[in-house]
């Protein structure tokens, strides 16, 4: 029991694991409105853009979560409003804006090159470096993005359902975009120090998409992508202190697991289910 | 008698592609109308107008004679073709119809008991008792244009406005939602609807408007399908059928069948030619 509880001991362990958690529910939660708008690609982009602000808070000596949180929504703002008001495409938008911050980022890098090992850190994910105020923090957005999405539920669901006849019953779709682009990124942010700007899309999207193999029903998949992801993010975490493998990609290779299972035994019923119907 | 909805003068371009010019009509309370056309006529830069979704280049939209200005929706209920619907969204009857009341909807995530019933009460009203809890892909056709229908009723609209409600549905579904429409129509609710079915307006629709960038005509099927006014609107060559009392539209053959174009479309088959067996050739042009 003691070998099984040892990582435990260690505080660092503890907070990541903590911080891993809650931002796999977080995660979870925002990536099912993500992957239902055939948005995925966004928590990609956005996060690569994310860099490029944390790059230039660190440069302007600004607070990271505030810098990088500005200039994330500045992005996911530029891109909704690219593909409002010009012919381009959503993927191309996001194309054009986040790789053009993220080339701002490393740009910076490159020039200021004494940093260089904690943009690994944001690139890769660092568990080691979680503190007590890192998991405050990513507690607090939970709570507020948890909020905001209960609170705009009906909104949310009508606008990810068919957001121009949502605008023609009555939803002000451009401020639940708004919030929702403020709240992705938020959310991106506090997870970046444990995923990685570079796997933080997985993050997103695999617990949603398998949520959506197990189930019909909206309301379930949220449940199931939250509790997925606050467990991939827990067992990940164990894990790559025994595999002594990053944190961030232990969580996604497990979330990958997860997701292959599921699709396995979601394809094995509907084989079975189509004999069943075939033989009655 | 104030009219409903009044477009006076109205004109909308996509940059410099005029796509309506100069159309006025009216709609009065408890009326029930059809928009005809060809495709590109304008129909549904007409409805979005008419929902507030587009605003017009010239002219003015009224509803309740006050015009609709950028950003205030109208109270419309609004059913989209059911083309335009994302059938694998994980979303239950229930779910869908409560969107309509999103308007009135409290901050809670979950519906109030009100809202439930009301829910209960416009399934069981057409006909959809029992599906609350189905997954709308599970449904037919015809139980799918029904749940979109109590969507826009339960909003409690002013207006009801379907586009081609009867696109994408087989032959007895589509005259279903017409009898349905007919039947609301005559609870008081005023509909407004496009479609590209002109018999089925003409045997259903008390009034009808043929647009092809401007209003063409308006009026009852019996005074304004004719081949003139047809021909206008459609930029073709129309055939009107009067029989018994009934009205058919058809357009011209183009003077070759198919057994011209594919002189034997079932190999190993020859085709009955119409002098052995006394019965005209079938009619399909191609």
């Known amino acids: 029991m003691d070998i099984l ?3 435990f001991q260690y505080e660092f362990f503890r907070n990541g694991t903590l911080a891993a958690v809650l931002t796999g529910a977080l995660c979870g939660l925002i990536g099912v409105y993500i992957v239902l708008r055939g948005m995925s690609y966004i928590g990609h982009g956005l996060s690569h853009a994310i860099f490029g602000g944390a790059v230039v808070s660190f440069v302007m000596q600004w607070n990271f979560y505030l810098g990088a949180g500005v200039w994330g929504f500045i992005a996911a ?10 012919k381009i495409g959503a993927d191309a938008a996001i194309g054009v804006i986040t790789t053009a911050s993220f080339a701002v980022g490393v740009a910076l890098i490159s020039r200021y090159r004494r940093f260089t090992r904690s943009f690994d850190a944001a690139l890769f994910g660092n568990i080691l470096g979680v503190t007590w105020q ?8 939970t709570v507020l993005v948890g909020g905001l999405i209960f609170f705009l539920y009906k909104q ?11 605008r023609i019953y009555g939803v002000k779709t451009e401020w639940v975009d708004t919030l929702f682009a403020l709240a992705l990124a938020a959310a991106l942010i506090v997870s970046m120090q444990i995923m990685g700007v570079t796997l933080i899309a997985a993050a997103l999207v695999v617990p949603a998409i398998t949520a959506r193999l197990l189930t019909d029903s909206f309301n379930r998949m949220i449940m199931y992508s939250i509790v997925i992801g606050a467990l991939t993010g827990f067992f990940g975490m164990y894990f790559s202190y025994y595999i002594d493998v990053a944190s961030g990609a232990t969580i996604v290779l497990l979330q990958a697991v997860v997701f292959g299972v599921a699709l396995g035994i979601t394809t094995y019923q509907k084989r079975v289910e189509r004999l069943v119907h075939t033989h009655v | 008698m104030q009219p409903l909805l009044e477009l006076k003068d109205v004109s909308f371009s996509y940059g410099v592609t005029p796509v309506l010019e100069g159309v006025s009509l009216h709609l009065h309370p408890g009326q029930f109308a059809a928009l005809v056309g060809p495709s590109g006529a304008g129909k549904t830069s007409l409805l979005r107008l008419l929902l507030g979704t587009l605003q017009p280049t010239h002219g003015e939209v009224l509803l309740h004679g006050r015009a609709l200005k950028e950003g ?3 109270q419309v209920g609004y059913v989209p073709q059911l083309e335009t619907v994302d059938w694998r969204f994980p979303v239950t009857v229930e779910q869908v119809v409560l969107m309509g009341r999103v308007r009135r909807a409290s901050v809670w995530p979950w519906p109030s008991a009100a809202d439930k019933q009301l829910v209960n009460e416009t399934l069981e009203r057409l006909d959809l008792a029992g599906l609350a809890g189905r997954h709308i892909r599970d449904l037919s056709g015809g139980q799918q244009q029904r749940v979109f229908l109590a969507r826009a009723l339960i909003s409690e609209p002013d207006l009801l406005v379907l586009d081609e409600p009867t696109t994408g ?3 007895r579904t589509a005259e279903n939602v017409l009898h349905l429409l007919a039947h609301l129509n005559q609870q008081g609710i005023t509909i407004l609807m496009t479609t590209h079915d002109l018999n089925a307006a ?4 008390p009034w009808v408007i043929c647009l092809n960038r401007r209003v063409v005509a308006q009026g009852a099927p019996e005074d304004i399908f004719t081949t003139d006014i047809l021909n206008e609107t459609y930029q073709g060559d129309m055939l009107v059928i009067r029989q018994g009392g009934m009205l058919f539209v058809q357009q011209k053959p183009h003077g070759h069948s198919y057994r011209e174009v594919v002189p034997n479309p079932v190999p190993g088959h020859t085709p009955v030619d119409e002098a052995e067996n006394g019965y005209p050739a079938p009619a399909i042009s191609i």
């Open chain 1, 5 to 7: 509880l040892q990582p």
């Open chain 1, 77 to 86: 703002i530029l891109i909704n409003q690219t593909v409002r008001r010009t």
């Open chain 1, 134 to 141: 890192d998991v405050f923090v990513v507690a607090a957005v």
């Open chain 1, 156 to 166: 949310l669901l009508f606008t990810t359902f068919d957001a121009e006849v949502a």
């Open chain 2, 72 to 74: 205030l929706t109208p």
């Open chain 2, 169 to 171: 549905v087989d032959v």
């Open chain 2, 202 to 205: 003409a045997a259903h629709l």
